[in-house]
C-alpha cells in the first residue's frame, strides 16, 4: 500500500505553510504531496480562511523546485477553472519544473459559492466538460512533435494546435474519481491511470472497485491497469489523549472520525487499513488538516506506514 499526504490549502494556509508540509512528507518518506484545488474556505461562513486561497498550480510549480522526490498533485482540480488546453500546459510544465513528477486529478467541481465569489461560471451540467476536458488534455499530450491537434465538441474546440509543450513523463499519471454507478467508471476506464474513491463508506468500497473493473472490461481494457485508491481523513494520536486533542483541533468528534476516517491511536489505523487492502486498495490519500502539526505526520510515518508499506 502507497500512503499520499493530501492537504486542503483552502481552509488557510500560506505557501510557506504547504512547503513545510511537502518538504516534511518527503523526508518521512510518503509517496506524494497532493492539494485540494479550491479558492475558498468551507465550512463555517463567518470565517473567510486568512491568509485566503492559493492557486493549486501555481503552488505545485513552487513545490516542483522545492523538492526533490516527492510526487505531486491535484486532488482534484475543476475543469471550470480552467480551458483544457491552458490545463494541459500548466501541468506539462510543472512536469518539466520536477522531473516529472506530477499527477493530475480532474474533476467536475461542486463548490457552487467558490464559484460565485470570484466570478467564475458554474454551469448546472459538467459531466460532458470533464468527459472533454480529459480527451482534449490526453490528446494534447499523446500528439507527436510535429503534428497538429484538433478537436471540436460541445464545450471546447481547438484547431490547429501545436500541441507543445509535452511533459517529461512519456504519460502523466490521471486520476479520476467518484462514487457515481456508471458514468464516472466508464471515464476512468477510458482515461485514467488510477480510480479513486473520495472519502468512501468503508462497505462500499469493494463494491465500487468491481465497478470499474468491469467498465474497464466492456471496452477491452485490463483493469489491472488502473491503480484503485481511496482519500480519507486521517487523525491519530500516540494515545487517546494525543488523539482527541488532534480531533478538536479539527473541529471533529472523536467517535465521528473513528466511524467514518483513518482516526485513532495507530494500531487501530492499522486494522483499518488492512480492512481497505483487503476491499482492494492498493493507495490511501491521507488527508491531513491542521497544516502546523508535523508531528502528527511523523506519528503515522513511524507508527503507521511501515506495517502497510
Not at 499527477?103 to 467541481?109: A, D, I, N, Y
Not at 484547431?159 to 490521471?174: E, G, I, M, N
Not at 493507495?283 to 510515518?301: F, G, R
Request: hydrophobic residues 40%; negative net charge; contains cysteine.
Amino acid at each position: 500500500m502507497r500512503f499520499r499526504i493530501f492537504t486542503e490549502p483552502q481552509q488557510g494556509a500560506t505557501y510557506d505553510d504547504i512547503l513545510a508540509v511537502a518538504q516534511a512528507s518527503e523526508r518521512l518518506g510518503f509517496d506524494a504531496f497532493f492539494r485540494s484545488d479550491h479558492y475558498m474556505k468551507m465550512g463555517d461562513a463567518g470565517e473567510i480562511g486568512l491568509p485566503g486561497p492559493t492557486d493549486a498550480w501555481t503552488t505545485l510549480a513552487g513545490l516542483a523546485r522545492e523538492t526533490e522526490s516527492i510526487r505531486l498533485g491535484t486532488l482534484v482540480s475543476s475543469v471550470t477553472y480552467r480551458p483544457p488546453g491552458i490545463l494541459a500546459i500548466q501541468v506539462a510544465q510543472v512536469d518539466q519544473m520536477s522531473g516529472g513528477r506530477v499527477e493530475l486529478g480532474l474533476g467536475t467541481g461542486w463548490f457552487e459559492q467558490e464559484h460565485l465569489a470570484y466570478g467564475i461560471p458554474f454551469p448546472a451540467k459538467r459531466f460532458g466538460m470533464l468527459e472533454e476536458q480529459l480527451e482534449v488534455i490526453t490528446g494534447l499530450w499523446n500528439t507527436p512533435i510535429g503534428e497538429r491537434y484538433s478537436f471540436e465538441g460541445a464545450h471546447y474546440t481547438l484547431v490547429d494546435s501545436p500541441a507543445l509543450p509535452k511533459p517529461t513523463q512519456a504519460r502523466v499519471p490521471v486520476i479520476v474519481g467518484g462514487g457515481g454507478a456508471k458514468r464516472t467508471p466508464a471515464l476512468a476506464a477510458r482515461f485514467a491511470t488510477e480510480f479513486n474513491l473520495p472519502f468512501p463508506d468503508f462497505a462500499d468500497v469493494a463494491g465500487k472497485f468491481a465497478g470499474v473493473r468491469t467498465a474497464c472490461e466492456a471496452i477491452d481494457r485490463d483493469p489491472q491497469e488502473l491503480v484503485y485508491s481511496a482519500a480519507l481523513i486521517a487523525v491519530a494520536g500516540a494515545n487517546e489523549a494525543e488523539f482527541a486533542r488532534r480531533a478538536t483541533a479539527v473541529g471533529r468528534e472523536p467517535a465521528e472520525l473513528r466511524e467514518h476516517g483513518l482516526a485513532g491511536t495507530p494500531s487501530e489505523i492499522v486494522d483499518r487499513l488492512g480492512a481497505l487492502a483487503e476491499s482492494g486498495v492498493e493507495c490511501v490519500y491521507l488527508q491531513i488538516m491542521d497544516l502546523s502539526d508535523l508531528e502528527h505526520l511523523e506519528l503515522l510515518a513511524a507508527e503507521v506506514v511501515p506495517h502497510l508499506s
